[in-house]
């Protein structure tokens, strides 16, 4: 059986505290024997590491014979015990179905006999055993949730959590769940003695997984040192390429992939798109309760690398070449860094940009009190604070509905007559018995910034 270590010296996560069984299963001889089918043997002596934080972990193991000792580090460098697995336990969490670098080191703890299976035999397993396969995904996702929740594993951001950039890099790590943490030198010695190691003169820096130390990184910078963009594509042509990781997006590539079909998807921010900002969404088909855009987008990303889809995040695409595909039966993707991707289908799947309100140095203000959307991080910034919030659509509706649980008072600023013509009734009965939320309607032709 699975053990545990106990608290509070082992991670610590409301998800995992709740639902450790389904987390942590353990699987009868039968189930053992049938994902022996997709692997092979593998064997290591005490002490020795089966995957290691900051590397690529190959695969899953699924453990026959001793312990693996899982361990973390919080955001501290102190070691962090996960958990530890025993007989017929098996490891990894969600990086494991794109073969990622590890989170997490793994230990062996006496003699360990394990069956191996990699990325491609994982994907086989999860396809054609539909009972295990269920088991074992539901695992993956509560453990990706666990290091999450905890912060356990990722990058540690170093800098005032009321920068623009910690708040930037964040959400960047927060919608494409990536556990992180943050330390804020103004009120941690932990945070300055590591301002004054690594001779930070601008802050944020970056902590990453593999010991590398980032000095205001952009997206991208901490996207490569945690495995993100460890995609090597130039030299395969896939059956579908699909431009935008959004719902669109998305379920394409589940369609496609779920077909048999190779597909490689890109975005240039973040998996969901718009969907995945939102705060909540109640009128989706098959959700009675509501759920977040975070959580509806998460699901479809999974699903989506359940079925073998690659995903690359963060890229540009520069142009689409068609050339190619009259000749040889391909289109190319011309991709940032001078990177191309190959495929014989393209579905673009980019969503919209919307333009930004005409307002004089509104870009000096992002990050520092402008806001394009509403998160967690964005909410407890707000806090107690009155906030003024512009737009009469779904997404405003949600936004000051999220947002009026954190700060003292929601202005929302309708360029309209009304709410009714561009907003679901449901938001509107729900702002409207809001105390907090003041409308203010009336401006067609845009507000000043007077």
Known sequence: MSETLAAPDRLTSPTLEARRAQAFPTLDAEEVERMGRFGSSRQYRDGERLFEAGKPSGGMHVLLLGKVRVTGRDAHGRELPVTEHGPGSFTGELGQLTARRSFVDGTAVGDVRSIFLDTEQLHALLIAEATLGEKIMRALILRRMGLIESGT???????????????????????????????????????????????????????????????????????????????????????????????????????????????????????????????????????????????????????????????????????????????????????????????????????????RPGLQALRDFEGRGVWFWASPIEGRMCAGQEVALVGGGNSAGQAAVFLAGHAAKVWMLVRGEGLAATMSKYLIDRITANPRIENYLGFPTGISGQ
């Not at 952009?218 to 390429?241: F, Q, T």
């Not at 070449?321 to 391909?330: I, N």
């Open 153 to 355: 594993g990722g990058p540690v951001i170093v800098g005032s959590a009321d920068s623009a950039d910690v708040v930037r890099l964040r959400n960047f790590l927060t919608r494409n769940g990536i556990p992180h943490q943050l330390l804020d030198p103004a009120r941690d010695e932990d945070a300055r003695e590591a301002v004054r190691r690594y001779d930070a003169t601008e802050l944020p820096i970056v902590l990453c997984p593999d010991g590398s130390v980032l000095r205001k990184p952009g997206e991208n910078d901490v996207a490569k040192c945690i495995g993100m963009l460890d995609r090597e594509s130039a030299d395969r042509i896939y059956d579908v390429a699909i431009v935008g990781a959004g719902p669109a997006g998305l379920a394409a590539a589940v369609y496609a992939a779920s077909e048999g079909l190779s597909v490689f998807v890109i975005d240039s921010r973040a998996f969901g798109g718009q969907a995945g900002a939102s705060a909540r969404i109640e009128n989706y088909l098959g959700f009675p309760t509501g759920i977040s855009g975070q959580a509806l987008a998460g699901r479809a990303f999974t699903q989506a690398q359940k079925f073998g889809a690659q995903v690359l995040i963060p890229t540009d695409v520069a142009r689409l070449d068609c050339k190619s595909a009259e000749d040889k039966g391909f289109f190319t993707l011309h991709l940032a860094g001078d990177r191309i991707l190959r495929g014989r289908t393209v579905i673009i799947a980019s969503g919209a940009r919307y333009r």
